[in-house]
């Protein structure tokens, strides 16, 4: 699928990509698309301002209020603001016809709350210690307490929210991707948040496709392809002249990588060499190990990013975050980008060349490892906060199954930037189709991947248990292999962060000897923290001994 927005100002869009002959889209005609597709919202991370179109509020709610005059308990959701107001207008939508619906004939009332992105984390933990939380938030919940080391019975007393599957039905729950809830149950022994948001990004890239022909380099990869393919193109394309731009093999942003999700990236693309434990484990008596610094998660570092960093076929990785990046690649500057699902959409708005998404490389172009190469993403998930906070868990509860059933998630998912956690909303996108604002900016494509990666998921952690046999396993047999991070007030994503700036400062100078030592500071951060172990044996290179290959 080859994407391109417009180079005219008409509404019509005309003109044709390179390979599906679809109507081009431009940032007018999606406003029309996502507008005319009703239900929805684009729960982009980096919200807009504070706007509070469509009856919403300003932040700072005052949690639950009982006793109106119809005797209706208003509860409060708090969420930042999405990406684009047809988005903000369809959230609205969403509550709106709960509140008419299914909570008017429950005497329930939901009033949103938006706090800007930047601060919401911060405002949902200053009301949460002043005994005021809000019935909901939208949250990555291991920021809200740190689980490490913790079972579920001193979860529940001490965190300050509740277990969503106390409140819902397990039928309600099989609607969901079972691996979104095996992560839940490995981390918190139960289901907390009500996922929304994708845990799992596909194993994709963005190419510039007209730097791609500009190079000479012939056929896209629709399927799986190898490390010396990916670096031939990264090399060939860097340099190129492009609509008017001259292009970079591959782009980097590293100068938030102390603070962003790039501080758990090093130990997440090493799927690609054929490892699928990532940076570690839980080991059966409860230890950490960790398993960074070896060979598989080194190789694809040095394949993906390292060889183009020491070659100079990369942006400079330095000047730009991780979220800046999509600023060059839409100005025509990059080649090939790994980025997140969600930059579809501002690729589909504002970029005027021919773009389209594909696998990552593997080692050995193996096609058993590209849906799983990205690694885990960031599950956003709506949490119900207790009562001893001032929540209302289970009025809250009744809106969160609402809103997150296979039909809404389906009808949010046409105007979104997201992939999402819910089987039975895909269904619904095979059975009664897309919106247009979707095909074109290549949203089916990538809940198609998601599919596949999700419908693999039994035969990955049996390949993880029968490759570590020391590891812990839920109740449901699924391995654990989320290790802390959150530990030591963000020292671990500046070890690991850190790591990640200085090669790209000293030009790949050294991974190995970076690799191993950022595994140590991390081990010894697991060692400080209270109620952890760490396995010393699994301290340094290749421990324990790395296990990669095919699934």
């Known amino acids: 699928m080859s994407h391109s927005n417009s180079n005219g100002g008409g509404d019509s869009g005309a003109g044709s990509s390179r390979s599906g002959g679809r109507k081009r889209l431009t940032r007018r005609n999606w406003i029309k698309a996502a507008g005319a597709a009703g239900i929805a919202g684009l729960a982009g991370c980096a919200g807009g301002g504070g706007s509070n179109d469509g009856g919403g509020s300003d932040s700072g709610g005052e949690g639950t209020t009982t006793g109106d005059s119809d005797d209706v308990t208003t509860i409060e959701l708090w969420r930042w603001p999405h990406s684009t107001e047809p988005s903000n207008a369809g959230e609205d939508e969403i509550v709106k016809l709960f509140n008419e619906g299914p909570g008017a004939e429950q005497g329930i009332r939901v009033k949103q709350v938006k706090n800007p992105f930047g601060d919401h984390q911060t405002k949902v933990k200053t009301a949460i210690g002043s005994k005021s939380a809000p019935d909901i938030a939208w949250t990555f919940t291991e920021q809200y307490y740190d689980t490490a080391g913790k079972d579920r019975s001193t979860i529940e007393s001490e965190a300050p929210y509740v277990y969503i599957d106390d409140y819902v039905s397990d039928d309600w729950l099989g609607d969901f991707y079972e691996k979104e809830l095996s992560d839940q149950r490995a981390q918190f022994g139960g289901i907390v948040g009500a996922p929304f948001v994708s845990g799992l990004q596909p194993g994709l890239m963005y190419l510039n496709v007209d730097a791609w022909e500009a190079a000479g380099l012939g056929e896209v990869p629709t399927d799986s392809w190898s490390y010396e393919e990916y670096l031939e193109a990264v090399e060939a394309m860097h340099g190129v ?62 394949e993906m990013f390292g060889k183009p960093l020491a070659n100079g076929w990369t942006n400079n990785p330095l000047s730009y975050d991780y979220l800046e990046t999509q600023e060059p690649f839409v100005g025509g500057q990059i080649g090939l980008l790994h980025h997140a699902t969600f930059s579809r959409v501002q690729f589909g708005q504002e970029a005027d060349f021919n773009w389209t ?29 207790k009562e001893e906070v001032g929540g209302n868990p289970e009025a809250a509860a009744e809106f969160i199954k609402f809103r997150n059933n296979a039909r809404n998630q389906y009808r949010w998912f046409n105007t979104s930037s997201q992939a999402i956690p819910n089987k039975g909303a895909y269904e619904l996108m095979n059975s009664e189709g897309v919106s247009d604002f979707v095909e074109e900016t290549g949203g089916k494509d990538i809940m198609d991947r998601a599919d596949t990666a999700y419908s693999e998921y039994e035969s990955v952690r049996e390949a993880i248990k029968s490759r570590y046999p020391d590891i812990k396993t839920t109740e449901d047999g699924a391995p654990v292999t989320n290790v802390p991070t959150g530990i030591a007030s963000g020292r671990v994503g500046e070890a690991l962060g850190g790591m990640l700036q200085r090669l790209a400062q000293n030009g790949n100078s050294n991974p190995k000897e970076a690799y191993t030592q950022a595994e140590g500071q991390w081990a010894d951060l697991i060692v400080q923290a209270d109620d952890t172990e760490f396995a010393e044996e699994s301290r340094g290179y290749n421990k324990p001994e790395p296990k990669a290959g095919p699934i």
């Open 241 to 302: 002249e492009a609509n008017g731009s001259t292009v970079s093999g591959v782009g980097i942003g590293l100068k938030d990588a102390t603070s962003s999700e790039w501080s758990n990236f090093p130990g997440t693309i090493g799927v690609t060499a054929g490892s699928l434990i990532g940076n570690g484990y839980r080991r059966e008596d409860d230890s950490y190990a960790l398993t960074m610094a070896s060979d598989p998660e080194l190789e694809a570092w040095n």
């Open 357 to 385: 998404i594909i696998p990552y490389p593997t080692k050995g172009g193996n096609e058993n490892y590209s849906v799983y190469s990205a690694g885990l993403g960031v599950l956003v998930t709506m949490t119900a906060f």
